[in-house]
């Protein structure tokens, strides 16, 4: 009996043993995975499900197809979001070059250098709703300071947030002012790795200026730029604070963009559309996967290419 | 027994903990009273209540007023408490379609709430029952500064073309006739709803509410016409879209503007910015079209009981209560708002009187815009009359859209 019950401890004891190489790691991520299978995956796929449903969030679910899909395709203020966003992503990426520019002019030994590097850090740590609400007044019309200047110049004030031609672009300034500075910080330790003998070698070489930065800096950069374009992509089709703060989608919803859109659907004081809101979200999903596969496929070819 | 925090979130959490814990007696109530008179009126009802039914454990809890919008919707399916409170009409109507409230026609009944009540009968009832207690509501109608009417030499205007011509003598002077900030929507609903009852009446008024009537009619055309005499000369103040309603009220305190459409809460903020009874005035909405009966805005705020309720006995009880002329009487005097019983007393304080004069003469009570139409309607008129006011020009534009969106909702039932 007794020499049974070691022996199968013993083989227990094996088997952990001989497995323990390919075990390990897999209880190391479990964790992690089953949160973000609970909170991400999981929740992807109900949106997917919701979205082909009419539902008002609490009373019966109607099945209704791609009726939202087919919907949205005609909705003006849908068509509005989308190109907002399309705006934000290409005016968003002004915060790349913007970055590398004030990392560059930043990434020298003065007196008090660590002061100027967080004063031009510090809109990146302050909260996104404090920023919305900081350009909010920058541009309030009557006693805004944007709108105090140009009334000074032209005679008339703009009050940009209230005009739709000029409330988005208005919004994204807003935005570009704590990403540039997030671009900046990953510019500047960037340039810690710098290496200063290719330095050296090319200065030997008669290489300066914009050549130097172009043909020796920049390429020595290319980890902080793939990071700097990933996160700008991404806080761009995220963009949801700011409008929410500074002009609520308005004005008469020109400012929406794609994730408030699904929010004002969805779940604010007017929308009771669940399945209509779901159906934006995966919209918005698809157009993020774009992004994030070619990210992620990048990712793979560098690391396998070693 | 209070349990008071800020955060939507955290409170549904110790109402769900709470909940769990309930047994027979205990009365669970969730407000969104956070701000410092309705929390106070309503700890005034709760203790009274507790007075008077002293075997009745009551579970409190206040969310914060914007969060508690959303949080309605999580709490009455997932772990209902025993009473909410809510408005009236249409706005609560996603949650009776949904049969998330109970019907509460017995204590109408019971109590002859019926007569009592009356003047919010109508916003209580759908298909036929009622569905909550209406405990409050105020007036809405023009705000003024007495000292620019002084200064200008304008009398109150009686009608739409004498408040037309003050605004051009307004103008003239540097001062916009009328302010506003439109920024949060809701208040170029509030300029719709009066231009519309003042040109058309209160029966279309509803029908146009309730998607009888194309956006698209003529007679909707004609609104926007009256409503262009005051935009196109640019009598409102400029980019009202990109301001909040608050940021709006230091014109009026200043003497930048003239005149202000807004409800009774803006008094108080009126008056902590240094207005006065002295400075401050209040009149009713001018007549647009002659002989048209006068209806007003006066949206009432409610309480209702979640299907899910644990204890419908003692909240019905609560209800009664809650309706009884004096309690209405106690917390519309903290509320600063008028009793919707009309056995109660009205407060001493002019623009209440002011108030409840007009209302108790009106020929119909409208809730307000984005209380008489369905949700999704409302957000879409709001918008668009937020982009007429900024661009009278696209009338036409707006109509069609509105008009469209009419189509798409109301079908839907």
């Known amino acids: ?306 | 027994m209070v349990q008071s925090t800020r955060a939507a979130a955290l409170a549904l959490a110790v109402a769900t903990m709470t909940g769990m814990a309930a047994h027979a007696g205990d009365l669970t109530i969730f407000t969104d009273t956070s701000d410092p008179a309705p929390k106070q009126a309503f700890q005034t009802l709760i203790d009274d209540f507790q007075k008077a039914n002293p075997d009745v454990h009551v579970k409190w809890t206040v969310f914060d007023h914007e969060g508690y919008k959303t949080a309605i919707r999580n709490f009455l399916t997932a772990d209902a408490p025993d009473l909410a409170n809510w408005y009236a009409g249409n706005r609560m109507a996603p949650f009776v379609k949904a049969g998330q409230f109970m019907d509460v026609s017995d204590v109408w009944d019971q109590n002859g709430l019926k007569t009592s009540l009356k003047s919010a009968l109508p916003s209580m009832t759908i298909d036929g029952k009622q569905w909550g207690i209406p405990y409050t509501y105020y007036q809405w109608g023009i705000y003024y500064n007495k000292d620019v009417f002084k200064k200008f030499g304008v009398d109150i205007p009686k009608t739409w073309d004498d408040f037309i011509a003050a605004c051009a003598k307004f103008k003239a002077g540097g001062v916009d006739c009328t302010t506003t900030g439109t920024k949060a929507f809701w208040p170029a609903g509030g300029w719709f709803d009066y231009m519309d009852l003042r040109t058309n009446g209160y029966q279309f008024h509803m029908d146009l509410t309730n998607g009888k009537i194309a956006w698209t009619d003529p007679r909707v055309k004609k609104v926007f016409d009256e409503w262009a005499k005051l935009l196109k000369p640019g009598y409102l103040t400029a980019n009202s879209a990109a301001i909040d309603w608050q940021d709006a009220l230091p014109n009026l305190v200043q003497g930048k503007a003239a005149t202000y459409l807004m409800g009774n809460f803006a008094v108080a903020p009126l008056k902590a910015a240094g207005m006065t009874n002295d400075t401050l005035g209040f009149f009713p909405f001018p007549e647009i079209t002659p002989g048209i009966g006068r209806a007003e805005d006066a949206p009432t705020d409610t309480m209702h009981i979640p299907a899910k309720a644990k204890n419908p006995t003692d909240a019905k009880k609560f209800l009664a209560f809650l309706a009884s002329a004096d309690e209405q009487t106690k917390i519309n005097d903290i509320l600063g708002q008028l009793p919707v019983n009309n056995q109660s007393k009205v407060g001493s304080d002019p623009f209440l009187q002011q108030g409840f004069t007009m209302l108790s003469t009106a020929d119909g009570l409208a809730q307000f815009f984005d209380r008489d139409a369905p949700a999704e309607m409302a957000k879409i008129g709001m918008e668009g009359f937020q982009e007429f006011m900024a661009h009278p020009d696209r009338v036409d534009e707006i109509l069609k859209r509105l008009e469209a969106a009419r189509k798409r909702i109301y079908q839907q039932g």
């Open chain 1, 1 to 306: 009996m007794t020499s049974v019950t070691t022996n199968a401890a013993a083989r227990r004891h094996g088997a952990w043993r001989r497995n323990q190489r390919r075990l390990a790691p897999l209880m190391f991520i479990a964790p992690g995975a089953l949160m973000f299978l609970v909170y991400v995956v999981v929740p992807i796929f109900r949106s997917m499900s919701i979205s082909f449903y009419d539902w008002d969030g609490m009373g019966a679910m109607k099945w209704i197809g791609f009726g939202n899909y087919v919907e949205l395709w005609s909705d003006p203020a849908f068509l509005v979001s989308l190109e907002n966003n399309l705006i934000w992503l290409v005016l968003y990426m002004l915060a790349v070059p913007a970055g590398l520019f004030i990392a560059i002019f930043l990434n020298q030994n003065v007196r008090g250098i660590r002061i100027y590097k967080s004063l031009f850090f510090f809109p990146f740590v302050i909260s996104q709703v404090v920023v919305g609400l900081i350009f909010t007044w920058f541009y309030a019309p009557d006693f805004g300071l944007l709108f105090k200047l140009t009334q000074m110049l032209t005679g008339t004030g703009t009050a940009i947030l209230a005009d739709e031609r000029y409330a988005t672009y208005g919004i994204i300034v807003a935005g570009l002012w704590p990403q540039i500075a997030y671009c900046m910080i990953l510019y500047l330790t960037g340039l810690n790795n710098v290496a200063p003998d290719q330095v050296e070698a090319a200065r030997l070489d008669g290489a300066k200026g914009w050549k130097m930065l172009w043909y020796v800096i920049i390429p020595q950069l290319r980890p902080a730029t793939f990071i700097a374009v990933v996160v700008t992509v991404i806080g761009a089709l995220r963009s949801f604070d700011l409008v929410s703060i500074m002009t609520q989608g308005g004005p008469y919803g020109s400012t929406r963009v794609l994730s408030y859109y699904m929010y004002e659907q969805a779940l604010s004081e007017y929308g009771y559309r669940m399945g209509y809101g779901a159906a934006i979200a995966v919209v918005l999903f698809f157009i993020m996967m774009v992004f994030i596969s070619g990210f992620i496929w990048k990712m793979y070819r560098d690391e396998t290419e070693r």
